[in-house]
């Protein structure tokens, strides 16, 4: 049973416009949500991170929505450019519980194009 | 500077053989962690380890072993490679409660058993 879902597996947008990737997640415990960025044939980048506490966290050109009451988050990308090309993973951890462990979501593909 | 660092980058291997991927972090983290990334499941968790001496199974730990005898390595044991273990490993670190959530990977081990 996947818990942490990112429905579309690729999106693609132009450059200097908003890329919208969305992430969905079932399991109610989860309390803190985060973005990791993949180039191929590197590891996982932290990107942005939010806790349920709040509904909006910004970071530069990153920003992630929470909506808790449809348990979902979206990160928001203004404006792309190509560099931001990559694999998108969002994961969440249940940390009220003591758990310090990330459940990730499959990732997004995104193609930033010049 | 601090790092995480895994080695070998690639490696093959032959089906029964027993393979021992390193990790190797400098931020003395408590939280270690490994994945596996396979095409259309993301970032799967096979182990962890709050601290020296705990290791506990993650969602697809059948096949692995880990052990943590210091804060700064969690070498990953393939009993009896199969093929189905052919995946790319990452390795990551986190501190722990106190300092957050946030995990810093490797940069990934390509292990084909053949």
């Known amino acids: 049973d996947q818990q942490v879902k990112q429905n579309s597996p690729s999106l693609s947008v132009q450059e200097g416009r908003i890329s919208i990737l969305n992430c969905d997640y079932t399991n109610s415990m989860f309390d803190y949500f985060l973005w990791y960025k993949k180039y191929p044939a590197e590891g996982p980048t932290f990107l942005i991170s939010?806790?349920?506490?709040?509904d909006k966290n910004e970071d530069g050109r990153f920003t992630v929505f929470l909506n808790k009451s449809a348990k979902h988050l979206s990160l928001h990308i203004v404006p792309s450019q190509p560099g931001d090309s990559a694999v998108y993973f969002c994961?969440?951890?249940?940390?009220?519980?003591?758990?310090?462990?990330?459940?990730f979501g499959k990732g997004m593909k995104l193609t930033v194009n010049p | 500077d601090a790092e995480i660092t895994q080695s070998p980058r690639h490696k093959i291997t032959e089906t029964g053989r027993q393979v021992t991927l390193a990790c190797h972090q400098t931020?003395?983290?408590?939280?270690m962690f490994w994945y596996r990334q396979d095409l259309g499941h993301g970032l799967r968790l096979i182990h962890y380890?709050?601290?020296?001496?705990?290791?506990n199974k993650g969602e697809v730990s059948d096949g692995y072993s880990v052990s943590r005898s210091n804060t700064e390595d969690l070498p990953l044991t393939l009993e009896s490679a199969a093929s189905s273990q052919t995946s790319v490993y990452f390795c990551a670190s986190s501190p722990g409660l106190a300092g957050g959530y946030e995990q810093f990977f490797g940069p990934g081990t390509r292990l084909t058993v053949l």
């Open positions: 931020w003395n983290h408590n939280n």
């Open positions: 994961a969440a951890s249940a940390s009220r519980g003591g758990s310090e462990k990330l459940v």
């Open positions: 380890s709050y601290g020296v001496q705990d290791t």
């Open positions: 939010i806790s349920s506490i709040k």
